[in-house]
């Protein structure tokens, strides 16, 4: 079945630096790919959708400066937490649509910022 | 999108079925509820999705009442395995949709 390979799974940084995290989708084209976050014993929230080529959507309170989405191929989006600081410690989750029906989801990024 | 109440928590035997109910009195004619799981420190999984008529795969059936403002995902039978939080989600059909999870259930699987 269609898969989103995320990396990495597990990152910790220290307070300030910048993270990365990509999301790969492999055997299939994702034009779309929204990215969640979720904090301990919390359900995900959606924080922003990517399309391919175009700006990142984000809801209402993420801030777009701190959270920059890159969707660049159909392939590949990637989401950097610019100046990390210990509330951004969460667990980050991407996710695409599929033709048919549903989405796929990463295996998730745990990000501890220290 | 309409919105979905699940119970907090459930307890089920191994070897049981698991009934996981879920209310979605607001649902539109267009929205399908899809049903997802998320075991601890993973992704999200599919379990099963459907707009009005029962649907069965290899992981799940679910049960929508003819009204369309509930329904019932069950697991036969469950396994340690399914130890996870299950969400119900109401959703039109397409990809630029995201999915909008609330609280979900905790299923505890015991053996």
């Known amino acids: 079945g269609a898969v989103v390979s995320q990396h990495p799974s597990w990152v910790i940084c220290k307070s300030g630096t910048s993270v990365k995290i990509e999301c790969r989708s492999l055997?299939?084209?994702?034009?779309?790919m929204f990215w969640y976050r979720q904090f301990p014993k919390q359900s995900l929230m959606l924080m922003a959708t990517?399309?391919?080529?175009?700006?990142?959507?984000?809801e209402q309170g993420v801030e777009k400066d701190k959270f920059l989405i890159n969707h660049a191929s159909l392939t590949l989006s990637t989401l950097t937490v610019t100046s990390a600081h210990p509330e951004d410690s969460s667990f980050y989750i991407c996710?695409?649509?599929?033709?048919?029906?549903?989405?796929?989801f990463g295996s998730g990024t745990r990000l501890t910022v220290v | 999108d309409a919105k979905t109440t699940q119970p907090p928590s459930m307890d089920c035997a191994e070897g049981r079925a698991a009934n996981l109910p879920c209310n979605h009195s607001?649902?539109?004619?267009?929205?399908?509820v899809y049903w997802y799981r998320q075991i601890h420190s993973q992704g999200p999984q599919y379990i099963i999705h459907?707009?009005?008529n029962n649907e069965t795969n290899e992981m799940a059936s679910l049960i929508i009442t003819e009204d369309r403002k509930s329904s019932t995902m069950i697991l036969p039978p469950a396994t340690l395995r399914d130890t996870a939080v299950y969400y119900c989600?109401?959703?039109?059909?397409?990809?630029?949709?995201?999915?909008?999870f609330g609280k979900g259930t905790s299923l505890l699987v015991t053996p």
């Open positions: 996710s695409a649509p599929l033709r048919d029906y549903g989405y796929t």
């Open positions: 055997d299939f084209q994702a034009t779309t």
């Open positions: 990517s399309n391919e080529g175009s700006k990142a959507t984000y």
């Open positions: 607001t649902i539109s004619g267009n929205e399908y």
């Open positions: 459907g707009l009005k």
């Open positions: 989600i109401v959703r039109v059909e397409g990809p630029g949709y995201a999915l909008n």
